[in-house]
């Protein structure tokens, strides 16, 4: 569906290219959680995947399509909730009646279903809400769209604790397999539940990527106070009742995705995860 190809890209006032030689190639019908640490280039890849940056080298593919040409039959395919945005002092019947029209697959009916399930309405005046109901109104029109793709940078940035788990339900009832959806953030914890893939990205080089039915056959998270199966983690990281332990999944047991242990182990031993579930980045070349 789409295809990022040896890019490259640097802001000027930055000696060092945020990203450099960097490929990644999305599935349609996933809903994909984009992890790294601050400053890798996570907000600047969706930038990229939109269109509204331009790589220095390489290429961004959409269904065969260069999206720096930012053809119409494109644009009106994928949508960018960015972790930052700002909506008109208008209402927001009337924000949909203007900007609906690029999206030819817009949907009024789902717009009430998404607005209801965050408890708003259409009645809403956008210059009276405060950032996190904007936040809920912005990224009900972007669902609402129906576009192929849907980019999400940092999304639950701003909700309070009930709005997170409006969240969950709000993306679960939006997906399908037409649809494409990537979450960009550090609140990992907020998605773990909706994802169906995982991406890991350090250093412009992709660490994982994975299904989560694929990590979960072979790791097993789990909480445990026993020393002698700490020693035999993958990764470990402590808990109330001792640790949350990363082990490989001998025995094939039903487990739970823990993101917060992937997401360290990925970092700290690259190396075992590429093994397991990438062993080509390890053969010589």
């Known amino acids: 569906m789409l295809q990022a190809k040896n890019v490259s890209f640097g802001y000027h006032r930055r000696r060092k290219e945020v990203l450099s030689d960097f490929s990644l190639s999305l599935k349609t019908g996933k809903v994909y959680g984009l992890l790294g640490k601050n400053g890798v280039g996570k907000s600047t890849l969706l930038y990229l995947m939109s269109g509204l940056l331009t790589p220095k080298r390489g290429r961004v593919m959409y269904r065969g399509t260069d999206v720096r040409r930012r053809l119409p039959a494109t644009l009106q395919d994928m949508f960018l909730v960015p972790e930052e945005f700002d909506l008109p002092s208008v209402s927001l019947v009337s924000y949909i009646e203007l900007n609906s029209r690029f999206y030819p697959r817009f949907s009024k009916e789902d717009m009430v279903r998404y607005l209801h399930l965050f408890e708003m309405d259409m009645d809403a005046h956008l210059g009276a809400l405060s950032m996190g109901q904007k936040k809920k109104v912005f990224m009900s029109f972007a669902l609402a769209t129906n576009t192929s793709l849907l980019l999400m940078d940092e999304p639950t940035n ?6 997170k788990s409006q969240f969950r339900k709000f993306l679960a009832s939006g997906i399908s397999e037409e649809k494409t959806i990537v979450i960009s953030t550090h609140q990992i914890r907020d998605i773990d539940k909706v994802l169906d893939h995982v991406l890991i990205m350090d250093n412009s080089h992709v660490l994982l990527d994975e299904s989560i039915s694929g990590i ?3 790791l097993l998270f789990m909480e445990s106070d026993d020393r002698e199966l700490a020693k035999r983690a993958l990764y470990a990281l402590p808990s109330v009742q001792g640790n949350y332990l990363m082990l490989p999944n001998t025995e094939e047991a039903e487990t739970e995705i823990n993101l917060e242990l992937l997401f360290g182990a990925t970092l700290s031993v690259p190396e075992k995860i ?8 390890n053969e010589p070349r």
């Not at 701003?158 to 709005?163: A, E, K, T, V």
């Open 158 to 163: 701003g909700l309070d604790i009930p709005g």
């Open 216 to 218: 979960c056959n072979k």
């Open 274 to 281: 590429a093994e397991m579930f990438h062993p080509q980045m």
